[in-house]
């Protein structure tokens, strides 16, 4: 089994704020990650797969970089909107998810 | 447009059984690699398990939690998915969502609303 270990767990941040957001593999998986932003009571929402290529209707603020056993989703202005968990997935090996990335409001 | 509406969740008593159903129109169906994933009150995402389309042999994978208590089926006549759920315990207390693969890789463009399932006494 591949486990994905998200990093921070939490994190406190202002509107305009850069925000990096760190997924690590337990073993090397390419580029087959994908990140996905949830917010309370909802489904998750897909933003970026292959690693670093935007979904379709996300916005371009949101970006993704890494390979091998390390990544980053980062938000380039953090707008009010994006407060949320955000999650890892690989599908390398069958799937996993990381534990996901709570972004609060400082 | 794509929609995956799931039902048939509930509450259970441990030991019991329940079978979610998620009917989905605005793709090809039959071609879809399809996955239930599941979310414990206040925690994280976890993959359940998956079929894969027709044309790739309509097998399932299942997680381990889960593996030899759930089964994965599909009709693809009525565009529908099906998670048959055995041996329920109160760790399988979850929203389960019924999720589109992209593809015959394993993330996911699209997510049903979730159907809540409770297993207590």
């Known amino acids: 089994d591949v486990q994905m270990t998200q990093s921070p767990s939490t994190l406190s941040a202002s509107v305009g704020d850069r925000v990096t957001i760190t997924c690590r593999a337990s073993r090397s998986i390419s580029t087959w990650l994908a990140w996905y932003q949830q917010k309370p009571g909802r489904a998750p929402n897909l933003l970026i797969y292959?690693?670093?290529s935007l979904e379709s209707g996300a916005p371009s603020r949101f970006s993704g970089s890494g390979s091998g056993t390390e990544f980053t989703l980062t938000i380039s202005s953090l707008q009010p909107d994006d407060f949320a968990t955000y999650y890892c997935q690989q599908y390398d090996t069958y799937l996993s998810f990381g534990g996901g990335t709570k972004v609060e409001i400082k | 447009e794509v929609q995956l509406v799931e039902s048939g969740g509930g509450l259970v008593k441990p030991g019991g059984s329940l079978r979610l159903s998620c009917a989905t129109s605005g793709f090809t169906f039959s071609n879809a690699w399809m996955s239930w994933v599941r979310q414990a009150p206040g925690k994280g995402l976890e993959w359940v398990g998956r079929?894969?389309?027709?044309?790739?042999?309509?097998?399932?994978d299942y997680a381990a939690p889960v593996k030899g208590r759930f089964t994965i089926s599909r009709d693809d006549s009525k565009n529908t998915l099906f998670l048959q759920m055995n041996s329920l315990t109160t760790e399988d207390t979850a929203v389960y969502y019924c999720t589109k693969g992209v593809g015959i890789v394993n993330y996911f463009d699209y997510w049903g609303q979730g159907a809540p399932v409770t297993v207590s006494s």
């Open positions: 079929v894969k389309g027709k044309t790739d042999g309509a097998t399932t």
């Open positions: 292959k690693a670093s």
